[in-house]
Nanobody, 120 residues
Framework: QVELVESGGGLVQAGDSLKLSCTAS????????MGWFRQAPGKAREFLAR?????????VVADSVRGRFTISRDNAKNAVYLQMNNLKPEDTAVYVC????????????WGRGTQVTVSS
């Protein structure tokens, strides 16, 4: 059974930093894309970042968070991370980890998410 489990969310103040972790089990994702999304109440799910391993690390970060958020992965731990700096109240959302094959368009595996709340 494939499972993605996020951790590291919480309540922080504007300007603070958080590092989210996502650990996968049940499948080796070292040759797959792993990424992060978020969903705020009443809003559509938003893509944040993707990390691909194809001999070297390749990342894509959404324009909306570029410069503040950084994605990284540790294939030995089957894990992906999201470092979030200078958090803003509008970053409040449930942050969800996902994974897919590199040639797939749709993300196949999803975690349940971790809540991040940023107070002003």
């Amino acid at each position: 059974q494939v499972e993605l489990v996020e951790s590291g969310g919480g309540l922080v103040q504007a300007g603070d930093s958080l590092k989210l972790s996502c650990t996968a089990s049940g499948r080796d994702f070292s040759r797959d894309d792993m990424g992060w999304f978020r969903q705020a109440p009443g809003k559509a799910r938003e893509f944040l970042a993707r990390a691909r391993w194809n001999g070297s690390s390749s990342t894509v970060v959404a324009d909306s968070v570029r410069g503040r958020f950084t994605i990284s992965r540790d294939n030995a731990k089957n894990a992906v991370y999201l470092q979030m700096n200078n958090l803003k109240p509008e970053d409040t959302a449930v942050y969800v980890c996902a994974a897919k094959g590199i040639f797939h368009t749709n993300w196949s595996y999803w975690g349940r998410g971790t809540q991040v709340t940023v107070s002003s």
